[in-house]
């Protein structure tokens, strides 16, 4: 559940309270545009499970929403799979099939943030900011360049493309079928 704070009526803490005390136990995530700490502390210490203030990139909120899933499923996310395709997030490694796949740093890390929201386009920009945590220059093809390299890696002649072009836009994972 995202939980905003500020509510008409009624705020989001005493609706947290409230479901704590009914011992309602659904994960919850609030979120809120005021920063105090003594707020924070009071949230989690209510039973919230993750607390986020505004303005929050969407990405972070997807990435909060899917560890809560994970923490509260009991399971960790810790092997990717996309087709024959698989990502090792705790052996750091890649394969395709039964074939190893060496990746460097980087492009395990491309591949990564690719392979975690299948089907979802990532503009150049994006990518470039989560995989070498730099703003994107529009004068440079460092992006296509790993792409590219990536692509080598992964799709040999004969085996699926996995990794789509989206013209003018920027790239994808292919969809789990």
Known sequence: MLLDIMLPGRDGL????SLRERSVTIPIILLTA???LNERIEGLNLGADDYLTKPFFVEELVARLQALLRRSSGTALTVLQIDDLSLDLIKHEAKRG???IELSQREFALLEYLMRSPGRVFSRSQICEHVWNTHFDTGTNMVDVAVTRLRKKIEEP???KLIDTVRGVGYRMKEKP
Do not use: H, P, Q
């Open 98 to 100: 039964d074939r190893e």
């Open 158 to 160: 004969g085996e699926a």
């Open 14 to 17: 005493s609706i947290l309270r």
């Open 34 to 36: 005021r920063n105090e």
